[in-house]
């Protein structure tokens, strides 16, 4: 499975961005799909995962402020980021998991998009 993402660049502190992540090659049953985050000197983080049926898990930080949304024929995630504040430049990795034929889902994971918020 590839992961190509779209969306990242500049934008001034409480501007928004829209990101995209589309998914090819040998899917099967798709688990879930979202969005991490890694800011420099920090670990990767969660921002938000969806479901193909709309689960969603998302970071505390982000609740209110970002949407995460699914087209499920076109194995598409997106995330509108509203607010973007500072501390939230990072590079934005896609994720994707899949069954294979194995107990656990396989994870996926894009090559990231950077997103600079300028205060």
């Known amino acids: 499975v590839q992961l190509q993402a779209s969306g990242g660049g500049v934008v001034q502190a409480g501007g928004s961005l829209r990101l995209s992540c589309v998914a090819s090659?040998?899917?099967?049953?798709?688990?879930?799909m979202g969005w991490y985050r890694q800011a420099p000197g920090k670990q990767r983080e969660l921002v938000a995962t969806?479901?193909?049926?709309?689960?969603?898990d998302c970071a505390d930080s982000v609740k209110g402020r970002f949407t995460i949304s699914i087209d499920n024929a076109k194995n598409t995630v997106f995330l509108q980021m509203n607010g973007l504040k500072p501390e939230e430049t990072a590079v934005y990795y896609c994720y994707a998991e899949q069954y294979e034929g194995r107990e656990f889902p396989k994870s996926y994971w894009g090559q990231g998009t950077q997103v600079t918020v300028s205060s």
């Open positions: 969806i479901t193909p049926s709309a689960s969603i």
């Open positions: 090659g040998r899917i099967f049953r798709i688990n879930a």
